[in-house]
């Protein structure tokens, strides 16, 4: 925790907010560590806020399923979705239709 916080500063002293660093901080009701398998039943309300606009970035889309539900938990906080970022997409999956709307998508590469 200590490494996460001391990355998370960082970025804060550069003027830079990173929902990836904040997933596991400002949280008193984890656990242990999580599969994924595992539904999750806390929200992280500290990550985000309304002045917030965010890149939501992922290694795969498949079916959107995630993406779309973060991007929904990113909006409840307030904050707007900038768009999308991937490394890989599966367009035979069709997540990206899953994600069609006012939101930029971006993939590296796509099969």
Same mark, same amino acid.
């Given at each position: 925790? =200590?490494?996460?916080?001391?990355?998370?500063?960082?970025?804060?002293?550069?003027?830079?907010?990173?929902?990836?660093?904040?997933?596991?901080?400002?949280?008193?009701?984890?656990?242990?560590?999580?599969?994924?398998? !595992?539904?999750?039943?806390?929200?992280? !309300?500290?990550?985000?806020?309304?002045?917030?606009?965010?890149?939501?970035?992922?290694?795969?889309?498949?079916?959107?399923? !995630?993406?779309?539900? !973060?991007?929904?938990?990113?909006?409840?906080?307030?904050?707007?979705?900038?768009?999308?970022?991937?490394?890989? =997409?599966?367009?035979?999956?069709?997540?990206? =239709?899953?994600?069609?709307?006012?939101?930029?998508?971006?993939?590296?590469?796509?099969?």
């Amino acid at each position: 925790m =200590e490494i996460m916080e001391a990355l998370q500063q960082a970025f804060l002293d550069r003027g830079v907010s990173s929902l990836s660093l904040t997933l596991s901080l400002g949280l008193s009701d984890r656990e242990g560590m999580y599969d994924c398998a !595992t539904p999750h039943t806390h929200k992280h !309300t500290d990550a985000v806020d309304e002045s917030d606009v965010v890149l939501i970035h992922d290694d795969v889309i498949a079916t959107g399923g !995630t993406a779309a539900a !973060t991007k929904r938990l990113i909006q409840e906080a307030g904050a707007r979705v900038f768009g999308f970022s991937f490394l890989v =997409e599966l367009s035979f999956l069709s997540g990206r =239709e899953v994600l069609a709307g006012d939101s930029k998508i971006h993939s590296v590469l796509t099969f």
